[in-house]
């Protein structure tokens, strides 16, 4: 019944045009979840949008998975209703759950050390997007960072993983002042780099980061090994993943 349901899963999100095919998702996913267990856990997905990691660690044996989409807060309008779409197409005892907070908004409501493995991605930039911006340069914005990820560590239990992505502002394209024509919706000053977000992270009390670059899904194994280093992922979009201990 489970592996009938995953199947399900892959076949909803691919015919929902959600991603291009199911060898580039299960790649996509395999890698983005490498070495964390999801069987059993609590889990939140910050700005999760349609609900793509929420589903996928539900139907991976999630015990509750918490996908927090704002999206009256300024995010792609139709999502909320997507993640509707999409959860009609599982049993209604899948434990999913949408809430439309802000991760802040939502922090002020959650008991501490309740999730296994909090998910950002693609959203770290957007929890202050203008403290963000100006982080290296304003001390009150670094802050402001900070207490934004000690409450984070607070509602993560003992030896929690935190999964980040992003790109990093550190990019050929950025930095010779070119339009970067692989990822051309970029803002790249709204971006920091791995090492800046690691530095955050460990002030607020987390500890054994480690850093993958990320290649393409659709070229695999192959890809992953060949252009999964920064000084190629430099040259072309500058994605990156962080896990991170509790």
């Given at each position: 019944m489970?592996?009938k349901i995953?199947?399900?899963?892959?076949?909803?999100?691919?015919?929902?045009?959600?991603?291009?095919?199911?060898?580039?998702?299960?790649?996509?996913?395999d890698?983005?979840?490498?070495?964390?267990?999801?069987?059993?856990k609590?889990?939140?997905?910050?700005?999760?949008g349609?609900g793509?990691?929420?589903?996928?660690?539900?139907?991976k044996?999630?015990?509750?998975?918490i996908c927090?989409?704002?999206?009256?807060?300024?995010?792609?309008?139709?999502?909320?209703?997507?993640?509707?779409?999409?959860?009609q197409?599982?049993?209604?005892?899948?434990?999913?759950?949408?809430?439309?907070?802000?991760?802040q908004?939502?922090?002020?409501?959650?008991?501490?050390a309740?999730?296994?493995?909090?998910?950002?991605?693609?959203s770290?930039?957007?929890?202050?997007?203008e403290?963000c911006?100006?982080?290296?340069?304003?001390?009150?914005?670094?802050r402001?960072?900070?207490?934004?990820?000690?409450n984070?560590?607070?509602?993560?239990?003992?030896?929690a993983?935190?999964i980040?992505?992003?790109?990093?502002?550190n990019n050929f394209f950025?930095?010779?002042?070119?339009?970067?024509?692989?990822?051309?919706?970029?803002?790249?000053?709204?971006?920091?780099?791995?090492h800046?977000w690691?530095?955050?992270?460990?002030?607020?009390?987390?500890?054994?980061?480690e850093?993958?670059?990320?290649s393409?899904?659709?070229?695999?194994?192959?890809?992953?090994?060949f252009?999964?280093?920064?000084f190629?992922s430099?040259?072309?979009?500058?994605?990156?993943?962080?896990?991170?201990?509790?």
């Amino acid at each position: 019944m489970a592996q009938k349901i995953e199947t399900g899963f892959f076949d909803q999100v691919v015919n929902r045009k959600m991603y291009s095919s199911k060898k580039n998702l299960k790649f996509h996913l395999d890698n983005l979840f490498e070495h964390v267990e999801l069987a059993q856990k609590e889990v939140l997905d910050v700005g999760g949008g349609k609900g793509l990691l929420t589903f996928y660690a539900a139907i991976k044996g999630a015990k509750k998975a918490i996908c927090l989409e704002p999206e009256q807060a300024g995010s792609t309008r139709g999502v909320i209703n997507a993640f509707r779409d999409l959860q009609q197409a599982f049993p209604a005892t899948l434990p999913v759950e949408l809430m439309p907070f802000t991760l802040q908004e939502f922090l002020q409501q959650t008991k501490p050390a309740t999730f296994d493995v909090v998910i950002m991605y693609n959203s770290i930039n957007h929890l202050d997007e203008e403290a963000c911006i100006h982080l290296l340069k304003n001390e009150t914005s670094y802050r402001r960072y900070v207490n934004i990820f000690k409450n984070v560590y607070r509602v993560m239990k003992k030896k929690a993983t935190l999964i980040v992505t992003d790109c990093s502002c550190n990019n050929f394209f950025n930095d010779v002042g070119m339009k970067n024509r692989l990822v051309p919706t970029i803002e790249w000053h709204k971006h920091q780099q791995p090492h800046t977000w690691i530095k955050l992270l460990k002030e607020s009390g987390f500890r054994n980061p480690e850093v993958v670059w990320l290649s393409p899904n659709r070229l695999g194994r192959p890809g992953r090994f060949f252009f999964g280093n920064y000084f190629i992922s430099y040259l072309t979009t500058s994605f990156f993943k962080i896990s991170i201990e509790k």
